[in-house]
C-alpha cells in the first residue's frame, strides 16, 4: 500500500495544489459557491469518482509534530508523519471522564485501536484512512465502498426508514442542501475510533457529513460530530478530498483480515504445527 | 404459507421476517419463464438516463433449489408444479431449524441458529428446474481433470497429520471472514445485493460480509496477472439488453472456499456473467465457470435476482467471529483434556 500511495502522490500533489489555489481564493466554501459542479441526469452535483483524503488525521486528527513509530526495525519507513490537525480549532471539547478513556487509548493504540484487527473503521474515519473511496451515485442510493477492509456504506437519501440495528459504519441518510451532499449518520455502535490517537466516542455518536464540490477534482468534506456522552459540544473537522486522476484508477483489495490473524488468534494456533 | 412449520406460535418470528424480507410480487403475477422463454408481455426494460439497461435496486437470490441436482432425482431436470410444492415442502420442514423433536444435547447444539436467523427463500426457482446448474444437462459440477485429481491429492497430503483447527487457516474463507467469494451463491440468510449504476460503472454490494463488486464497463483491460484478488478483476460490457461480466485474476486461495461459487476452480477462472432483466422484480442471472487446469468442461448456473425491499444490513463478519476464538480454543482445550487423559489414564 505504502507504495502504491507513493507511486500516486505526484498525482494527488497536482490535484492538491489546485484544490489549494481554489480554497485560497474561497475561504468559506460555504458562502461563496462560485464553482458551479457537472451534473448527473437528475440535476445533482455529480460526486461520482474515486476519492482519497490526503493528509496525516488517521495518525492523529489534532496537530502533531513528526515521532518514532511503534517498531524499531522499520525505522524511517513506518514512523508518524507531523501534520496539521483537521479539526476545527484543534480543540476536541472532551468531558472531564473522557479525558482519561482518550490518553488510556493513545498509550494502548497498539492493542486497542480498531483499525489494528481490521475492523470496520466508522465514519468518518474510513474517509480519510489513507486509501481510496468510490462515491457511486443515484437517486435513491449513494453507495461508498471504501478500499480499507473492503467496508462500504448505503446513504438512503431522502428516507425516513430507521436503522434496524447498531452498525460499525453507522446508518446514513442524506438530502441535498443546494450543491451540497447531507448525510445524517447515526445508529453507531461505540467500537470505532477517529484516529490512531486514540480519539473516541460512545453509541450515542451523531455524525453530519456535508460534501462539497470546490473544483472538478477535489469535495470539501466537513464533519460535525456530536457526542453528549463523551463531548461537551458538537465540534467540526474539515478537509478537501481529491479525485484520483490515474487514467487507470479502480479500487483495489486490500481485504485485511489475513494480516490480522496472526495477532489475534496467534496464541490459540497449536504448539507443534506451524 | 400453508406449511406446517409456519403455523406453530415459535414461527411466529420468521412470520414476520418473511413477510418483510421476502420478494414484493403482486398477487397473481405469473413468474416468468426464465431461461428459455423472452417475455412476451409488454413490458420494456426500463433504461437509466444514459439508456443502459436498469438493474438498480435490491435484490435477493435465496432460493431453495440446490446447486447439483442430487443423486436420487437424476435425470429428472424440471418438478411438475405438485412436485415442486411437495419438494418445497420436505425442503422447509427438513430445514427447520426451531424443531427440538430430537433432544439430546448434539442435535440441540446442530440447531443453535433456529430459525429466526434463516432467511432462504420459501420457494425454488420459477423454471422449477432441480438443480442451479443448467449446463451440463446432468446438473452436476462436471469431473475434474487429472491435473486437478492430482493436485486435491498433493493438497491432502500436505494436510496430513494436521487437525482440524490446528490453526485458522484449516478453516474455510467464510469462517475466516475472508471473502463468500464472488458471484455469491444463495445461502441461508443474507442474500441480498445492492446494484448501482454510474456512469462507466456498475456495483455490486454483496451483503453477506458487505463485500462490493466494482465493475468498470469503459473497455479497459483487466489488472495484470500480478494482482491476484479474492473477488477477481472484473470488466464489463452490455449485450443488447444483457450485462455480460467478465472476472479473472483470482487468488488460487478461492479453491477451499466453501462457499464458493465455483466449485473448487482457482487462480485461473475465467467467470463470465450474464444479468438480463425480464421484468420489474426479476434479473435473470446466469453464470459461467470455466477453468480448464480444474474442470474438464465449463459449466453454467442460473439463478434469478428477485427484488426486495431492503434495506441492505451491515454484516459484520470479522468484528463478530467469536466463533473462530471458541473454534480454537476448543481445539487446543480438547488437545489438553487428551494429553492429561494420556498421562493419568492408562494406569
Known sequence: MQNCLRGTTFVVAKAALVAALWLGVMPTVGQAQAYKAPRTADGKPDLNGIWEALNTANWDIQDHAARMGPMVALGAAFSVPAGLGVVEGNEIPYLPAAVAKKKENSEHWLTADPEIKCYLPGVPRATYMPYPFQIFQTPQYILMAYEFAGASRTIYMNSNQKSPNDTWMGWSVGHWDGDTLVVDVTSFNDQTWFDRAGNFHSDALHVVERYTPISPDALDYEVTIEDQKVFSRPWKMRMPLYRRLEKNAQLLEYKCVEFAEELMYGPLRKQSSK | ?347
Open chain 2, 1 to 347: 404459507m400453508s406449511h406446517r412449520f409456519l403455523a406453530s406460535m415459535s414461527a411466529l418470528p420468521v412470520v414476520i421476517a418473511i413477510a418483510l424480507l421476502a420478494p414484493v410480487r403482486a398477487a397473481g403475477q405469473v413468474q416468468s419463464a426464465a431461461e428459455a422463454t423472452p417475455t412476451v408481455k409488454t413490458w420494456t426494460v426500463p433504461r437509466t438516463p444514459d439508456g443502459q439497461p436498469d438493474l438498480q435496486g435490491i435484490w435477493s437470490n435465496g432460493t431453495l433449489t440446490p446447486l447439483e441436482r442430487p443423486r436420487e432425482l437424476a435425470g429428472k431436470q424440471f418438478f411438475t408444479e405438485q412436485e415442486a410444492a411437495e419438494y418445497e415442502k420436505r425442503v422447509l420442514e427438513h430445514n427447520n431449524a426451531d424443531r427440538r423433536d430430537n433432544q439430546d444435547a448434539e442435535a440441540d447444539v446442530a440447531l443453535a441458529y433456529n430459525n429466526f436467523w434463516y432467511d432462504r427463500g420459501t420457494k425454488i426457482v420459477p423454471t422449477r428446474r432441480t438443480s442451479l446448474i443448467v449446463d451440463p444437462p446432468d446438473g452436476r459440477i462436471p469431473p475434474l481433470t487429472p491435473e486437478a485429481h492430482k493436485r486435491e491429492a498433493a493438497r491432502a497430503e500436505a494436510r496430513h497429520g494436521r487437525g482440524a483447527a490446528d490453526s485458522w487457516e484449516d478453516r474455510n474463507l467464510g469462517e475466516r471472514c475472508l471473502t463468500r467469494g464472488a458471484p455469491k451463491l444463495p445461502g441461508g440468510y443474507n442474500n441480498n445485493f445492492l446494484i448501482l449504476q454510474g456512469p462507466g460503472y456498475v456495483a455490486i454490494l454483496q451483503e453477506m460480509i458487505h463485500e462490493v463488486r466494482v465493475i468498470p464497463l469503459d473497455g479497459r483491460p483487466h489488472v495484470s496477472q500480478n494482482i491476484r484478488q479474492w473477488l477477481g478483476d472484473s470488466r464489463g460490457h452490455w449485450e443488447g439488453n444483457t450485462l455480460v461480466v467478465d472476472t479473472t485474476d483470482f487468488r488460487d486461495e478461492i479453491r477451499s472456499n466453501a462457499f464458493n461459487c465455483c466449485g473448487g476452480a482457482g487462480a485461473n477462472l475465467h467467470l463470465v456473467e450474464r444479468f438480463t432483466r425480464v421484468d420489474n422484480d426479476t434479473i435473470n442471472y446466469q453464470y459461467t465457470v470455466d477453468d480448464p487446469t480444474t474442470f474438464t468442461r465449463p459449466w453454467t448456473v442460473a439463478v434469478p435476482l428477485t427484488k426486495t425491499p431492503g434495506p441492505i444490513y451491515e454484516y459484520a463478519c470479522h468484528e463478530g467471529n467469536y466463533g473462530m476464538v471458541g473454534i480454537l480454543s476448543g481445539a487446543r482445550a480438547e488437545e489438553k483434556a487428551a494429553e492429561e487423559a494420556a498421562k493419568t489414564g492408562p494406569r
